[in-house]
């Protein structure tokens, strides 16, 4: 999540668990804990580490459980010995330096971009993708309790607003797990209706809400698209087929980077051939032609692929435009076939989208 919703989430966990007399201290320490996790993206900087590094390490170690519950005890027991606060109420302030640790990366988790909360074990990174990355109903009730709590200090008050805080904040998250869970169902009928129940897929809130979600789905030619509003829309989803060149990935699979990219994003990427050199777009984060993260891997050389980078690509996108349309497309259930020129590609049922094997304007480019 972004860095505020941290900071503020780090903040009213410590502010209600400390006692009352240290609460306008513990807001200022769970601040602090709560976006301790996210400073790894400092030493990186400097580093100079290439984007796919700089990405796939990104939420690693320092969102690790089994780095942070050790680090929250090695606090507790620095600041204990120190006296003050912490010695004071020991009990109290463990719990609140650890649960404001832990609940940084376990948040993270609920979006989509990867959090390694297992490392250095290799399991994939976590990605619930139950919330975006920014979403203002999750975090408003977080830091309007923050507030009244720095105002009103030691009174019972403060902790009420802090414990009112958490309570609304948890029950949207429980809210965006049924949203997901309801978006996945009606994505199951349609694809079950084809054969492809049982394709890699995943689903990921638009941004800034609940109610309108985008579901991708990876076919043997590329992948489907697709959106669902939980207000307008009834019955089978609609998705968009695109083609992805599915060859020229497998060729370069043996690539440590593009080995890394697939146990990232769990395979969930387009590949093109720009010129002679292979561009991945990372399918979880954007929407068809338009991602956060896209990466040239690799260059032709002779029939096979030699590593080449990365580099980050970028070409223009059309942010503005979709979240003036993405508005609409919550309140509104486009025709069962429309023509999205944009994208070059047709608007249809699963059964039309899984033959159709058009491409984007992308893909016609790169030859």
């Known amino acids: 999540m972004d860095s505020i919703t941290q900071i503020v989430l780090g903040a009213a966990i410590a502010g209600a668990i400390a006692p009352a007399r240290h609460r306008r201290a513990a807001l200022a320490a769970g601040a602090a804990l709560g976006t301790l996790p996210d400073l790894d993206s400092l030493p990186m900087w400097f580093m100079g580490l290439d984007p796919v590094t700089n990405m796939t390490w990104h939420r690693g170690p320092s969102h690790s459980l089994l780095v942070l519950v050790p680090l929250a005890a090695l606090l507790w027991w620095f600041f204990k010995r120190t006296g003050g606060r912490v010695a004071e109420a020991p009990t109290r302030w463990y719990w609140a330096i650890t649960l404001a640790l832990v609940t940084h990366p376990l948040l993270d988790a609920f979006t989509v971009y990867g959090t390694q909360l297992w490392w250095p074990l290799p399991s994939s990174p976590a990605m619930w993708s139950s919330v975006f990355i920014i979403d203002p109903l999750y975090t408003l009730p977080l830091l309007l309790g923050c507030l009244v709590a720095l105002v009103r200090g030691w009174r019972p008050s403060a902790q009420k607003a802090l414990v009112v805080a958490l309570a609304l904040s948890s029950v949207y998250l429980g809210w965006s797990l049924m949203a997901k869970a309801m978006v996945d169902r009606a994505a199951g009928r349609t694809l079950a209706t084809q054969g492809l129940q049982d394709a890699p897929r995943f689903s990921v809130p638009m941004p800034f809400n609940t109610l309108l979600w985008r579901v991708v789905v ?64 990372d399918l979880r984060m954007g929407a068809e032609p338009d991602y956060s993260f896209r990466f040239v891997v690799a260059e032709r050389d002779g029939a096979g692929w030699r590593a080449y980078g990365p580099e980050q690509a970028q070409w223009p996108w059309e942010a503005r435009r979709r979240l003036s349309s993405m508005w609409d497309r919550i309140w509104t259930r486009p025709p069962g076939e429309l023509q999205d020129i944009s994208a070059g590609a047709r608007v249809m049922p699963a059964q039309a989208a899984a033959a159709n094997s058009g491409e984007t304007p992308a893909t016609s480019a790169s030859k």
Do not use: C, H, I
């Open 218 to 281: 990876m076919t043997p030619d590329g992948f489907l698209e697709g959106e669902r509003s939980l207000v307008a829309d009834e019955g089978p989803m609609l998705f968009r087929a695109y083609a992805s060149d599915t060859q020229a990935l497998e060729e370069a699979r043996t690539l440590p980077v593009v080995r890394r990219l697939l146990w990232f994003n769990q395979g969930f990427m387009k590949a093109e051939v720009r010129g002679q050199r292979l561009v991945l777009s």
